[in-house]
T-cell receptor
Framework: QKEVEQDPGPLSVPEGAIVSLNCTYS??????FMWYRQYSRKGPELLMY????GNKEDGRFTAQVDKSSKYISLFIRDSQPSDSATYLC????????????FGTGTKLQVIP | GAGVSQSPSNKVTEKGKDVELRCDPI?????LYWYRQRLGQGLEFLIY????????KSGLPSDRFSAERTGESVSTLTIQRTQQEDSAVYLC???????????FGSGTRLTVV
């Protein structure tokens, strides 16, 4: 079993839709949860960074972590064509060096 | 610099040749990471540097792969006797906190022919 599981998609939605992207993980030591966005032929860029369970909102983006079920979500409201990219969930442990473990990414296409 | 810089951006090499990939991290970032991303695949961890030491090199796939870092500056990933399966995008990232948000470079696209 992979440490981080993520549906690869592709996920196609119309412009303006609410998008839900999800990951599950198996390592209970994960304490930090990040989402990265990767445009084609570019390196990933940090989108959201949260610690432990709960919600975090930043503009149209909301990250949600449920540590009891080991489930991570990213919601995008009022999706735009510019949101078309691959989204990678990336949990990490705490205490000294704990490398980030990346999901394989979900490819999102927002259709105008 | 303002971001993580990688060079070259593209490299085509013949099977069996050695290649060197370079990464210039953000100034002041003590942690540096190398990842590999094959076409349509996720990120595969290769090696982590804290300063110029590499406490985690567990992801290097074979002894043909090596990396070094000068102080808290430039890092070089070397692949010896390249094979076709080495074809991928090699991404470098740096961070100031561990764990923390990584800043990635745009990668080096390596093609072994």
């Amino acid at each position: 079993q992979k440490e981080v599981e993520q549906d690869p998609g592709p996920l196609s939605v119309p412009e303006g839709a609410i998008v839900s992207l999800n990951c599950t993980y198996s390592n209970s030591a994960f304490q930090y949860f990040m989402w990265y966005r990767q445009y084609s032929r570019k390196g990933p860029e940090l989108l959201m960074y949260t610690y432990s369970s709960g919600n975090k909102e930043d503009g149209r983006f909301t990250a949600q972590v449920d540590k009891s079920s080991k489930y991570i979500s990213l919601f995008i409201r009022d999706s735009q064509p510019s949101d078309s990219a691959t989204y990678l969930c990336a949990p990490a442990g705490s205490g000294g060096y704990q490398k980030v473990t990346f999901g394989t990414g979900t490819k999102l296409q927002v259709i105008p | 610099g303002a971001g993580v810089s990688q060079s070259p951006s593209n490299k085509v090499t013949e099977k069996g040749k050695d290649v060197e990939l370079r990464c210039d991290p953000i100034s002041g970032h003590t942690a540096l990471y190398w990842y590999r991303q094959r076409l349509g695949q996720g990120l595969e961890f290769l090696i982590y540097f804290q300063g110029n030491s590499a406490p985690d090199k567990s992801g290097l796939p074979s002894d043909r792969f090596s990396a070094e870092r000068t102080g808290e500056s430039v890092s070089t990933l070397t692949i010896q006797r390249t094979q076709q399966e080495d074809s991928a995008v090699y991404l470098c990232a740096s961070s100031s906190t561990v764990p923390g948000g990584y800043t990635f470079g745009s990668g080096t696209r390596l093609t072994v022919v």
